[in-house]
Every structure is written in structure tokens, then in C-alpha cells.
Nanobody, 124 residues
């Protein structure tokens, strides 16, 4: 079992930046691909970003490409999502997730463990 705890969400203005963090409870985190997803009210959960087990490969949703950066620090069992140039349409609950395979995926159903989510609200 892996527990994931997100932090760093909040209320910001359009154009601001936020950095989300996700701390994992197990050292085996270092062999897992990790992803960030988000869910806005009335919408399905959608892929945001993902990274392979060592951070060597990443992938992003088109809607965030060039603005968001996913990274990880395996020594700290933590994955980050740096979000720049935030827009109102980025408003959602953001979830981190762990895929027990080392290879990243953009598909929600590939992930085995999920955090509780952190709210990001971008005011216009």
C-alpha cells in the first residue's frame, strides 16, 4: 500500500504560479511512474502530466504543455507539479497518482494509488 499526500493548492490570480507537492509513504515510490490528474466540477478526471520512475521521461496534456512542469525527487519520495501562467480553466481538484510500473501512462485506469486531492482555484 502506498499513501500519497498532496499539498500546495490554493486560490491565485490569472497568470500566477503554484507548485504542488505529493509525498509518498513508501521507499518503493522510486520505482513507480507518477502522474498528476485534475477534476473540475461536473467534469471527468483528466490527465495533466506524468513522469517515469527516474524522471527521465515526461508527458503532458496539450492544455498545460509549456506552462506546467512535472518533476520528482526520489530521495525525498516526492513528486512536484510546477504550474505557471495559470488560467481560470485550470481550476480543479488536483490529484497525484502512482503507477506501480516504471513506465508512465496518461490513462487514469493504469494508476494504482491516488492521493486525496488538493484544490486549485484560479480567479479571473
Amino acid at each position: 500500500q502506498v499513501q500519497l499526500v498532496e499539498s500546495g493548492g490554493g486560490l491565485v490570480q490569472t497568470g500566477d504560479s503554484l507548485r504542488l507537492s505529493c509525498a509518498a509513504s513508501r521507499r518503493t515510490f522510486t520505482s513507480y511512474a507518477m502522474g498528476w490528474f485534475r477534476q473540475a466540477p461536473g467534469k471527468e478526471r483528466e490527465f495533466v502530466a506524468t513522469t517515469s520512475w527516474n524522471g527521465g521521461r515526461t508527458n503532458y496534456a496539450d492544455s498545460v504543455k509549456g506552462r506546467f512542469t512535472i518533476s520528482r525527487d526520489n530521495a525525498k519520495n516526492t513528486v512536484y507539479l510546477q504550474m505557471n501562467s495559470l488560467k481560470p480553466e485550470d481550476t480543479a481538484v488536483y490529484y497525484c497518482a502512482a503507477d506501480t510500473s516504471p513506465f508512465y501512462s496518461t490513462e487514469t485506469n493504469k494508476y494504482d494509488y491516488w492521493g486525496q486531492g488538493t484544490q486549485v482555484t484560479v480567479a479571473s
